[in-house]
């Protein structure tokens, strides 16, 4: 008998839900963008290969030099011919020089911007999840927070929304360190010291990325992963590293989903 796919978990609340729709849109973005980038550079290639074997005449230039420059057009094409003289080509051949290698290098642009995505669907599932929780088990709400009578009598029609959203906000502000607390102390969840260990280190890089675009503080090159390379101070995120970024983040929350499932559904 041919064996059975394995059935995808879909988990039980709304936030995992939600979040594998982010993780499919991610994936896709990786995808897809790649695609793009990698099709802009395969232009500039072709041009610079028109252009590389160009090189400027040696010494000063001349007081009298004048550009020579002009397109020819044949009868019945599209294409253009550019006629220039040897130092006038090889500043083109420069600015198509320096575009291809910004071009090459704004893959890692397009990884940056993903991986405080990811990061970002984390918090995201989080939030969602008690959100949906604290709507599904009212007693979640008795905590030590306060709230005067002056916000009571304010929202005496509407207070155990208010009350949820005063939490919600409060989750939103989390270090990572507080949420692992939060988790702990609300639902009794914990990560494996090493999925934790993991999670401190993608969110140390999402922080990088988000607070400074990338850029490193000489104290901070010893902590940065050395699957990461730096360059300029610069962080360089690989299409690799993502995707060790996304499965990790993925299997850290359908962790949490599993546990929720069991306890309240």
């Known amino acids: 008998m041919p064996k059975r796919k394995p059935k995808v978990y879909i988990g039980s609340?709304?936030?995992?839900g939600r979040y594998l729709d982010h993780h499919w849109r991610t994936g896709a973005l990786l995808?897809?963008?790649l695609l793009g980038l990698g099709q802009e550079v395969d232009i500039w290639k072709t041009m610079y290969k028109k252009v590389r074997h160009i090189k400027a005449p040696r010494g000063p230039i001349?007081?009298?030099?004048?550009?020579q420059y002009r397109e020819e057009r044949a009868d019945g094409s599209d294409g253009v011919t550019l006629i220039m003289d040897p130092r006038t080509g090889a500043g083109h051949?420069?600015?198509?020089?320096?575009?291809?290698?910004?071009y090459k290098k704004l893959?890692?642009?397009h990884f940056s911007i993903l991986a405080v995505s990811i990061w970002a669907g984390f918090e995201t599932y989080i939030s969602m999840l008690f959100q949906e929780l604290l709507e599904m088990v009212p007693a979640m709400l008795k905590t030590s927070n306060t709230i005067t009578f002056h916000e009571a009598i304010d929202h005496q029609d509407?207070?155990?929304?208010?009350?949820?959203?005063?939490?919600?906000?409060?989750?939103?502000?989390?270090?990572?360190?507080?949420?692992?607390?939060y988790l702990k102390s609300r639902i009794n969840f914990s990560f494996t010291p090493k999925r934790e260990k993991d999670l401190e280190e993608y969110y140390l890089i999402r922080n990088i990325l988000s607070h400074s675009s990338g850029q490193i503080r000489p104290t901070q090159r010893q902590i940065i992963p050395k699957a990461l390379a730096v360059v300029d101070n610069e962080i360089r995120i690989k299409k690799s590293y993502l995707e060790k970024m996304q499965l990790g983040i993925i299997s850290a929350i359908t962790s949490i989903e599993r546990h929720v499932e069991q306890k309240f559904f």
């Open 13 to 16: 609340t709304r936030a995992y």
């Open 31 to 33: 995808k897809v963008g």
């Open 62 to 67: 001349p007081k009298t030099y004048q550009p």
């Open 93 to 102: 051949r420069k600015l198509i020089e320096e575009a291809l290698t910004d």
């Open 107 to 109: 893959r890692f642009h």
């Open 158 to 181: 509407d207070l155990q929304p208010y009350i949820i959203d005063r939490i919600l906000d409060q989750i939103g502000h989390f270090t990572l360190k507080e949420m692992l607390s």
